[in-house]
Nanobody, 118 residues
């Protein structure tokens, strides 16, 4: 278990851009998958984007072509750049890291609010 610290949330205008950041307080050895998920009231947390240690990315349909996930293995960080934000982007965003090798582990950030306003 390792602490994840999120930052970069806030209020953004419809069609605007915002970048979220997540930093692990210490390095996590072995292969890991880092991800951003979102949650709105009354619904389950859902995946926005993932990136592996090797740099392979995967995006939810709504994020494809508008969002970019990236990681810096030296700084132990993962960012999510969101462009052309829509009202559906209003949610709490959570950072997640999952270690793929034994002993496996999963850590979550505290969540950061993003509000898209007209």
């Amino acid at each position: 278990q390792v602490q994840l610290v999120e930052s970069g949330g806030g209020l953004v205008l419809l069609g605007g851009s915002l970048t979220l950041s997540c930093a692990a307080v210490c390095p996590i050895p072995g292969a890991t998958v880092m991800a951003w998920l979102l949650q709105v009231p009354g619904k389950q947390r859902e995946m926005v984007a993932t990136v592996t240690s090797g740099g392979t990315t995967d995006y939810a349909d709504f994020a494809e072509d508008r969002y970019t996930i990236s990681r810096n293995n030296y700084k132990n960080t993962v960012d999510l750049q969101m462009n052309n934000l829509k009202p559906e982007g209003t949610a709490v965003y959570y950072c997640k890291i999952r270690r793929e090798v034994t002993p496996t582990m999963t850590s979550w950030g505290q969540g950061v609010q993003v509000t898209v306003s007209a």
